[in-house]
């Protein structure tokens, strides 16, 4: 009887283990959820899905209450299965009415945060989690409605390309990130070394928001994004840049669906700035 009391406690202790997968789609499309984010509940601890929507989550094991956030999908929750197929239901929502006009990019207003590359020094890096920076609307903007393009700047340690997907999320009265799109997501696949990262808007017709709007750089976590050094190990890429100037802090960090200020990096990092963000408008 012993000898059978202990074979079960070590096979469930060892089934509890075994890696938990799965694969994530679009309940009306049945295509594949690329780059969702899947988090043990109540915790930082999360992974990403690959293009196809398939996922390993090493450090979740079957038992566990797992949330999948994405972008334009309703949230899931789930108990974690050794193998869980998972469709996720998209968000219907009716955006504002406007009026489509023919951009003439004769007109350009500049919102800089940093005037060269080599101007930007610190850079939020490791963590799994996305990150977004808040542009409030000014009355100034009128003349030049459009978005026309974004930079950023990112650092890659390693020698191959890493990815990371940028987007436009709309704010509320108050300022507040909302699970509405101003834009498709973006895929970017940066080198090595620290780089600067340009998104063409100019023909996607993209107003600025009364409102005011987030760029949301999303970082993934992905096996062919982890570095590792001497000193640690799976250290998430690329790192994003951060603006030097001590603006009013309008950037916020996204764990699990949960948006914070990034206040608590200042034990990691010299500091908590704004992310380092250029636009372009045009009329």
Not at 37 to 66: Q, V
Not at 159 to 172: C, N, Q, T
Not at 269 to 279: H, L, R, T
């Amino acid at each position: 009887m012993k000898k059978i009391i202990t074979f079960i406690s070590i096979f469930s202790f060892s089934t509890a283990l075994c890696q938990v997968t799965g694969k994530i789609t679009d309940s009306e499309t049945k295509k594949p959820v690329s780059y969702s984010h899947i988090w043990i509940k109540n915790t930082k601890i999360g992974t990403t899905c690959d293009t196809l929507g398939i996922f390993n989550f090493e450090r979740a094991k079957i038992g566990d209450s797992l949330k999948i956030s994405c972008l334009g999908y309703e949230e899931f929750n789930f108990i974690a299965l050794k193998h869980n197929e998972i469709s996720l239901k998209p968000i219907s929502m009716k955006l504002d009415e406007i009026t489509i006009s023919t951009i003439k990019n004769k007109k350009v207003k500049k919102i800089i945060s940093y005037k060269k590359k080599k101007d930007v020094k610190d850079f939020y890096h490791n963590g799994h989690y996305s990150i977004a920076r808040y542009f409030k609307y000014e009355n100034s903007y009128k003349s030049n409605p459009y978005i026309k393009n974004i930079k950023t700047v990112v650092w890659n340690s390693k020698r191959s390309k890493v990815k990371f997907k940028m987007y436009l999320i709309k704010a509320d009265e108050n300022g507040k990130p909302i699970n509405v799109l101003l834009t498709n997501p973006q895929t970017f696949n940066v080198k090595v070394g620290i780089r600067e990262v340009k998104w063409n808007l100019k023909n996607k017709n993209v107003p600025f928001p009364k409102e005011g709007f987030y760029v949301v750089i999303d970082r993934l976590n992905l096996k062919e994004n982890k570095y590792s050094n001497e000193y640690e190990k799976n250290i998430l890429q690329p790192a994003i840049g951060m603006e030097s100037i001590a603006n009013s802090k309008n950037t916020l960090l996204r764990f699990s669906s949960d948006w914070i200020k990034p206040d608590y990096l200042t034990k990691h990092i010299k500091n908590s700035n704004n992310i380092a963000i250029n636009i372009e408008l045009t009329d």
